[in-house]
């Protein structure tokens, strides 16, 4: 077995409880069908099937919960449902399952797992590589990658503008970081957060969560974002996020939705957290306040008339800056 890499403690791995905060991930990748990427998380994890269907399996692990292995094409799933519960011929979705597997990417939907427990999906990923899984490269048309959904060590205001900030000021950075696939920066799903509400959000020195969610929706009234709120403003208020995003897919959690990595599971050498450990860079960030007022000062500096803030400059400056202070 390969090493895949040693997952990467942030400054703040508790909540207010004292429970270690948890991390949930998404893989998407192709290259085998979903009934043997079931077999090769179980042959990693263990786990009793909860219920299947030809398009979705739902594995209970002990110790860590639910894993979710399925075709991510939701006509796909409803129709698999149907198919379970007699109301359409099975073997036409056995047939429709086999061929979407070479068009649709095929998704691994890890519970929220403690940030000190992570390396037990190093497993996990050597098990799908093993098996033949492909990933990021393999596609021009799926974009596939991989998505972060850590939890927030403390939901309020202060604690939340922090994160904000230090993905602002890193975002640009990160994107060269992660060597993004030029068939994922086309993609809607990942875009970058507008220059404009980079400038809105590193110009406050402190925010009400109204003024957080006024200044989110003004520039960012969609899911596809690199790093996207959605769900963590929908377990502050709902409501508000229906009215404003209309989507079924948006879940309320207290956690982010980080969407930029690759997955690169047909790599020896490739694991999570090669991705894990790029966003500890943003966990990192949010913790030094004193540097945030530093930062959004030289990004309020570098702003160019009519022209902005040039990304290839700023990109260059965040590297030695956080070289500088160790942190990467």
Known sequence: MHDRGDFRLPPRPYREDGAARKVGFELEFSGITQRQAVEAVRSAMGGE?????SAETRLEVAGLGPFNIELDWAYLKRKAGEAGRGEIDGEWIEHLSSAASLLVPVEVVCPP????ELESLNALTQALHDAG??????SFIAAYGVHINPEIPRLDATTLLAYIQAFAALQWWLFDAHEVDMSRRISPYIDPYPDA???Q???????????IFDDYFAYNATRNRALDLLPMLAEVDEKRVRQTVDDPKVKARPAFHY???????ERDDWGLADSW?????????ADRRDDLRELADAFSNADR????????DWVRFMDQWLRDRELV
Do not use: F
């Open 49 to 53: 099937v909860l219920s299947e269907t």
């Open 113 to 116: 797992i403690p940030i000190t």
């Open 133 to 138: 899984a492909t990933g990021t490269e393999e």
């Open 197 to 199: 509400y980079l400038k």
């Open 201 to 211: 959000v590193l110009s406050r020195s402190s925010a009400s969560m109204d003024q």
């Open 259 to 265: 969407r930029l990595p690759n997955c690169h599971i």
């Open 277 to 285: 450990n790029l966003w500890c860079v943003v966990e990192r960030v």
């Open 305 to 312: 008339p009519l022209l902005g803030v040039s990304r290839g």
